[in-house]
C-alpha cells in the first residue's frame, strides 16, 4: 500500500514539465519561454517556423485576460503547433501562469 503511493506520488512529479514550481514568473520560464521567448516576445525563427504570438504585441495585450491565456495553456492551439498543458501542469501552475501573462506588469 505504502509503494503504491510512492509510485503514484513520483509519476505526478515526473509528469510536472515545470518541476513543482507555482509561481507564474518560474512556470513561464521553463514551459513557455522556449518557444515564447523568455520576455514573451519570440525569435523571428520561432515566428517564421510555428506562428509563435509575440505576447508583448500591444494587439494581444489590449485584448489578454487571465480567462485567454488560462484557455489557451489547458487546450494549446487549434492548428496543434502550441501544446495543450492540461495534466503536463497542475491547476495551480496554469492558473499562476496565466495570472503572470495577463498582468500589467508582465514580462517583469
Ligand atoms: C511549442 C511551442 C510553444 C510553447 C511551449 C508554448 N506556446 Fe504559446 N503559442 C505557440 C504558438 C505556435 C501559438 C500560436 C498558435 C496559433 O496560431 O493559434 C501560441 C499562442 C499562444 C497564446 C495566444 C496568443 C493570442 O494571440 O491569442 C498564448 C496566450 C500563449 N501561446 C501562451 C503560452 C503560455 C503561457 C505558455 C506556457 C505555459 C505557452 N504559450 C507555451 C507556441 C508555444
Redesign the pocket.
Given at each position: 500500500m505504502k509503494a503504491a503511493l510512492l509510485l503514484l506520488l513520483v509519476a505526478c512529479n515526473g509528469s510536472d514539465v515545470a518541476g513543482g514550481a507555482t509561481d507564474g514568473p518560474k512556470?513561464?520560464a521553463s514551459?513557455?519561454a522556449?518557444?515564447?521567448g523568455p520576455a514573451g516576445k519570440p525569435t523571428e525563427a520561432m515566428v517564421q517556423r510555428?506562428?509563435?504570438?509575440d505576447?508583448t504585441a500591444a494587439e494581444?495585450r489590449a485584448r489578454v485576460t487571465s480567462a485567454?491565456?488560462e484557455n489557451?495553456?489547458r487546450t494549446g492551439?487549434?492548428?496543434k503547433?502550441?501544446?495543450a498543458?492540461e495534466g503536463a501542469l497542475t491547476d495551480a501552475q496554469i492558473k499562476a501562469?496565466a495570472a503572470y501573462?495577463s498582468s500589467a506588469k508582465f514580462p517583469n
Open positions: 512556470v513561464f514551459v513557455c522556449t518557444c515564447h510555428l506562428g509563435v504570438r505576447l494581444f485567454l491565456v489557451q495553456v492551439s487549434k492548428n503547433l502550441m501544446p498543458f501562469v501573462v
